[in-house]
């Protein structure tokens, strides 16, 4: 028995072939690595080439590597007049970009690794492929987040739409820390759908690195977690803020004195950054007065959902933290196109929706959807510009997407809140009305 075992195993043509797992993984590690030095090289193609797009990455680099290399507080006047010698070859005069470093002081720990490269353009270039890989990894952590599995060609339609459309392309192309608070924020989101509270905490609390993205979400998150008696997470969400804020302090003990000195700098020279702003800037005292009606009716509305969303569950909290964040974007909270991709999470439930209760068109409505607010956004960019103007960003470009997602949302709101509680029977019945 054993010799004919034997010969089985060992047959004559030598077919029999051993499965090697391991060098499977590490032809997959060989190969993401290649094609990371390829993505890198093309990004570092386009940051050589003249940008049309305004650099965010370079005045942050820039202070970081004072600091590290000079012990230059990033917030001081030494520092922004380096940095202004540095990106436009003198000093900025008033109502120019002052290439301010804006940001709370613990997001310098993000750009540590890139300030330690020497080179501006290659580690921007890094520093872009880093975004991208976030991006990537924000777009399938928003479709996990909401259980959401299309078929793979609308799967690959949203992984290309989150690279492709204005806001992600334009986070992307100026190389915006936002994408990464954005991750953040979908881990966040993912956690707390998960049960896995302590990184759902943790994760807040690292989004805070661009508070404006935020301000909103982390006092929802921490009153619905009491409601709910989710105690690790409002405890880690706060703990790790605190931290995050002292120990930063430990280096720079005023940095955020400094900090909102620099943002109050900033708002003179800046064009507006809310809604109410806008409309104040481009209709006088009408707008004035309807930029802030928009603002107390949003307020009034997202008070409403979370006061009804105390002690619901999760689908429940998941919608009204979407609805927080679309409206952290419309209320005078200043903010910038490029926060609109923490969007992603509150787009994919949307889609996740349709395709769960429109049945059969609801693919057809998240391609049709899809292809809209892709082209459509780059369509508003182009048609906005004078043809015999650089191109810029528009005013305009701040307002149809959170207004569009506020509708959206609001239209769902009843097939999450409380359709998926009704009898199996019932569900039927009103899926063929």
């Known amino acids: 028995m054993g010799n004919r075992s034997a010969l089985a195993f060992w047959k004559s043509d030598n077919t029999v072939r051993v499965q090697r797992p391991d060098l499977a993984y590490l032809a997959l590690i060989a190969g993401g690595f290649i094609l990371l030095i390829g993505l890198s090289f093309l990004n570092y193609r386009y940051v050589v080439t003249p940008a049309i797009f305004r650099d965010q990455f370079s005045p942050r680099w820039l202070a970081t590597r004072l600091l590290l290399t000079a012990q230059i507080d990033p917030y001081s006047v030494e520092a922004t007049r380096?940095?202004?010698?540095?990106?436009?070859?003198?000093?900025?005069?008033?109502?120019?970009?002052?290439?301010?470093?804006?940001?709370?002081?613990?997001?310098?720990?993000?750009?540590?690794?890139?300030?330690?490269?020497?080179?501006?353009?290659?580690?921007?270039?890094?520093?872009?492929?880093?975004l991208e890989v976030a991006m990537l990894g924000l777009?399938?952590?928003?479709?996990?987040?909401?259980?959401?599995?299309?078929?793979w060609p609308v799967?690959?339609?949203?992984?290309?739409?989150?690279?492709?459309w204005y806001h992600g392309a334009r986070a992307l192309l100026t190389s915006n820390l936002a994408v990464v608070a954005a991750l953040a924020i979908g881990l966040c989101l993912w956690g707390i759908a998960r049960d896995q509270d302590l990184l759902a905490g943790v994760a807040l609390g690292l989004a805070s690195m661009k508070p404006q993205m935020v301000v909103l979400l982390i006092p929802l998150v921490i009153i619905w977690s009491v409601s709910r008696r989710r105690w690790l997470l409002?405890?880690?969400?706060?703990?790790?803020?605190?931290?995050?804020?002292?120990?930063?302090?430990?280096?720079s003990p005023d940095w955020y004195i400094h900090n909102l000195q620099q943002i109050r700098e900033y708002q003179s020279y800046a064009p507006p950054g809310t809604i109410p702003a806008i409309l104040a800037a481009q209709l006088d005292l009408f707008g004035r007065v309807f930029g802030w009606l928009i603002t107390a009716i949003c307020c009034v509305v997202l008070l409403r959902e979370w006061f009804l969303v105390l002690g619901k569950d999760v689908d429940w909290f998941?919608?009204?933290?979407?609805?927080?964040?679309v409206v952290t974007n419309i209320i005078g909270v200043r903010t910038a196109t490029e926060n609109y991709v923490a969007l992603l999470p509150a787009?994919?439930?949307?889609?996740?929706?349709?395709?769960?209760?429109?049945?059969?068109?609801?693919?057809?409505l998240i391609v049709i959807t899809m292809v809209i607010m892709a082209f459509g956004f780059w369509a508003l960019f182009y048609i906005s510009n004078p043809a015999d103007?650089?191109?810029?960003?528009?005013?305009?470009?701040?307002?149809?997407?959170?207004?569009?997602?506020?509708?959206?949302?609001?239209?769902?709101?009843?097939?999450?809140?409380?359709?998926?509680?009704?009898?199996?029977?019932?569900?039927?019945?009103?899926?063929?009305?």
């Open 155 to 164: 799967t690959a339609s949203f992984l290309a739409f989150a690279f492709i």
């Open 347 to 364: 787009i994919t439930l949307i889609f996740a929706t349709w395709e769960r209760r429109i049945t059969s068109m609801g693919s057809i």
């Open 139 to 151: 777009a399938f952590l928003s479709m996990n987040l909401v259980r959401w599995k299309p078929p």
């Open 389 to 433: 103007q650089l191109l810029s960003e528009r005013l305009i470009m701040y307002i149809p997407l959170p207004l569009l997602l506020f509708f959206m949302l609001y239209w769902i709101r009843w097939w999450v809140t409380q359709l998926h509680r009704l009898p199996t029977g019932n569900l039927q019945a009103i899926r063929r009305l």
């Open 234 to 251: 409002a405890a880690s969400a706060t703990a790790t803020t605190l931290v995050l804020f002292a120990g930063s302090m430990y280096f």
């Open 82 to 130: 380096t940095i202004q010698q540095q990106m436009s070859g003198r000093f900025s005069v008033p109502g120019e970009d002052q290439y301010l470093f804006l940001y709370p002081f613990y997001s310098m720990a993000l750009y540590v690794p890139f300030a330690l490269i020497g080179d501006n353009l290659v580690a921007r270039a890094i520093w872009m492929t880093f």
């Open 318 to 325: 998941l919608w009204v933290a979407a609805l927080t964040l």
